[in-house]
C-alpha cells in the first residue's frame, strides 16, 4: 500500500472495491484503489458510469439549494460517501452559513476524511454507522449535536438506496426515517433504474457483484413506493437531470442518466 497507507484506516480491505471509492474515482477523486478503478473501467463499458455519477452531483447540488430556499436548516446525508468538491456542508453553508450537515456513511474511508476536511468546522461532522440501523444514527451523540429532529430537515439518500437488496426491505426503512421526521422535512433521493437500459444496467448488476456493494436498480414504479407518506415536488420523480436543471439544454442528458431523482416533503 506504500504510500497511500498514512490515510487508509486501519483495517480498510483495500483489495476489495467499495462503492464508496469507485464514485470518487468516477468524480476524479483521488482516495481510491487500484481495486475500485479496476471495477469502474469494467463498469464505464457497460453504462455511461462517468456521465451518470456527474449528473447525480449535479442533482445533489440543486436539491439541496432548493432545501435552503424552502428554509432548511439542518441536513442529514445517508451514505455520503467520500468527500469531493461540492459537498453537501459546502452548498448549504455557501447559501447560508448556520446550515449544520451530519454525513452518514459505513465506508471507513469516507468517514475518515470526512473527519479531516471538517476538523474545523463546527456545524458539520461525520458519523461512521450503516443506515440500515436508523434507530442508532439518530440516537448518537454526534447526531445530537447537529441535528434536532423536533425541527424541518433536509434528509438526504442521494445515490444510496439501489446499494439496500430487496430482503432488507428499503421501503420500509424510509418509512421508518418517515416517522422520525418533523412536518415540513423535505427527502431528497435518487437511485438506479433498470428501465432506461435494461441491458445495460443487468450489465453494471454483475460488475458490482465483484465489490462489497452489490447493487439492485429498480423499476420507477419502485422507488416511487419509497416516497409513500411524502408529497413529491415539481417535477416529480424523473431522471437526474431533469430535475429542475439550470439550463433548459441540460436535461438533454436524461438517456444518460440511469438514475430516478426526487425531492418530496414530509406530509402531515
Do not use: C
Request: net charge negative; proline share 7%; glycine share 8%.
Amino acid at each position: 500500500m506504500g504510500e497511500t497507507a498514512s490515510w487508509v484506516p486501519e483495517g480498510v480491505n483495500t483489495e476489495l472495491p467499495s462503492a464508496a471509492r469507485v464514485y470518487d474515482y468516477l468524480l476524479g477523486g483521488g482516495h481510491n484503489f487500484p481495486g475500485d478503478r479496476a471495477l469502474a473501467d469494467k463498469l464505464v463499458k457497460v453504462v455511461p458510469a462517468r456521465d451518470m455519477a456527474r449528473l447525480n452531483r449535479a442533482f445533489l447540488r440543486r436539491a439541496v439549494l432548493y432545501l435552503v430556499e424552502q428554509g432548511i436548516d439542518q441536513f442529514l446525508d445517508l451514505g455520503s460517501g467520500i468527500p469531493t468538491v461540492g459537498n453537501v456542508h459546502e452548498i448549504a453553508q455557501d447559501a447560508n452559513p448556520d446550515a449544520r450537515v451530519l454525513y452518514v456513511d459505513y465506508e471507513p474511508v469516507a468517514i475518515a476524511h470526512s473527519e479531516l476536511l471538517l476538523e474545523s468546522n463546527p456545524r458539520a461532522s461525520a458519523l461512521q454507522a450503516d443506515m440500515r440501523d436508523p434507530e442508532r444514527i439518530v440516537a448518537s451523540p454526534r447526531t445530537r449535536e447537529l441535528i434536532d429532529f423536533d425541527r424541518p430537515l433536509g434528509l438526504l439518500m442521494v445515490g444510496v438506496v439501489q446499494f439496500i437488496p430487496d430482503d432488507d426491505d428499503p421501503w420500509a426503512l424510509v418509512a421508518r426515517y418517515r416517522e422520525l421526521l418533523a412536518p415540513g422535512s423535505h427527502l431528497a433521493l435518487s437511485a438506479f433504474t433498470w428501465d432506461n437500459a435494461p441491458a445495460g444496467m443487468a450489465g453494471a448488476v454483475e460488475v458490482f457483484r465483484n465489490s462489497q456493494d452489490p447493487i439492485f436498480p429498480r423499476t420507477r414504479g419502485e422507488i416511487l413506493r419509497m416516497l409513500t407518506g411524502f408529497d413529491l415536488v415539481e417535477p416529480g420523480l424523473v431522471y437526474t437531470p431533469q430535475w429542475r436543471p439550470e439550463r433548459e439544454e441540460d436535461a438533454a442528458d436524461a438517456a444518460r442518466s440511469n438514475l430516478y431523482a426526487g425531492v418530496a416533503v414530509a406530509s402531515g
